[in-house]
């Protein structure tokens, strides 16, 4: 089969279950989460967010995979390539498992799909397991700034696993003063094509937040956003990430996080 994959949850989903050789054209976001293509044959084209007609067209697949998020522009331009298309669109961690054995079954490889599902039950398990018992910790985790944004209910489901509370809607807009009403004791953030970029000094320096129990005792974290944002089997990347910030004397410390007193300041 020939596939185009418009998003990287795609893609790093295919390459784990060993089909990428399956992709014939994929993003440059793709990219960045799956090192591979920049060794394969594999076209870049644009994503679900700014899809064009032709590109797809020009890959010649059989099939066309998107995934969130998207826009009603790029959709029709999707559809306009007159090609068979699956459109995910995962709220939850049950959803992405539904998804990860959808695209097994669709490029033969159920059992490997099966197989990474477990594989993220069980870390999950284990974790609701090693934190049981433990305070439960307000925590806010933020997708985006302006306007702020709450990260997805999958984020809120690894908090929650972790032992932790969720203040804010999941994936729903807020506002700087409705979180520091929560008072959140930890805040998260994984602005989506930042990496770990984002300047949590900035954030911690919004007038709202002034008293807020995180920002007081310091407790501000940038996640790099493929871990928070990418539904597939790398939210356990993020799931490492929140655990650790909430219990550094549990768990050992992961990559892909970064604290606001690090060294490595941005902003």
């Known amino acids: 089969m020939r596939i185009v994959s418009l998003q990287p949850s795609i893609t790093v989903t295919l390459a784990e279950l060993g089909a990428l050789d399956q992709v014939v054209a994929c993003t440059r976001?793709?990219?960045?989460?799956?090192?591979?293509?920049?060794?394969?044959?594999?076209?870049?084209?644009?994503?679900?967010?700014?899809?064009?007609?032709?590109?797809?067209m020009a890959a010649s697949p059989d099939l066309v995979i998107a995934s969130v998020p998207y826009r009603m522009e790029s959709l029709a331009e999707i559809l306009k390539a007159g090609v068979r298309v699956l459109a995910l669109a995962p709220k939850s961690l049950a959803e992405v498992y539904g998804d990860i054995r959808t695209l097994a079954s669709l490029v033969g490889r159920s059992d490997a799909g099966e197989k990474l599902v477990r594989g993220m039950q069980d870390e999950l398990a284990q974790t609701r397991e090693a934190t049981c018992g433990r305070r439960a910790q307000r925590v806010f985790c933020e997708e985006w700034s302006k306007p702020i944004i709450a990260s997805q209910r999958w984020v809120a489901e690894m908090v929650q696993a972790a032992g932790g509370i969720v203040v804010g809607e999941p994936g729903q807009q807020t506002t700087a003063r409705t979180v520091a009403a929560m008072d959140p004791e930890l805040i998260l953030t994984a602005w989506p094509g930042?990496?770990?970029?984002?300047?949590?000094?900035?954030?911690?320096?919004r007038e709202e937040w002034t008293e807020v129990t995180a920002i007081r005792e310091r407790r501000i974290y940038c996640v790099d956003d493929a871990l928070f944002n990418t539904p597939a089997h790398t939210l356990l990347g993020g799931l490492r990430a929140i655990r650790w910030a909430m219990h550094p004397d549990l768990f050992p410390r992961p990559s892909g996080i970064r604290w606001i007193d690090d060294e490595r300041q941005i902003g």
Do not use: M, S
Not at 34 to 53: F, N
Not at 194 to 205: C, D, H, I, M, S
């Open 194 to 205: 930042t990496g770990e970029n984002v300047p949590l000094r900035k954030l911690a320096a």
């Open 29 to 56: 976001y793709c990219r960045e989460v799956c090192p591979e293509i920049a060794q394969g044959r594999q076209v870049i084209i644009r994503d679900t967010w700014t899809a064009k007609a032709e590109e797809i």
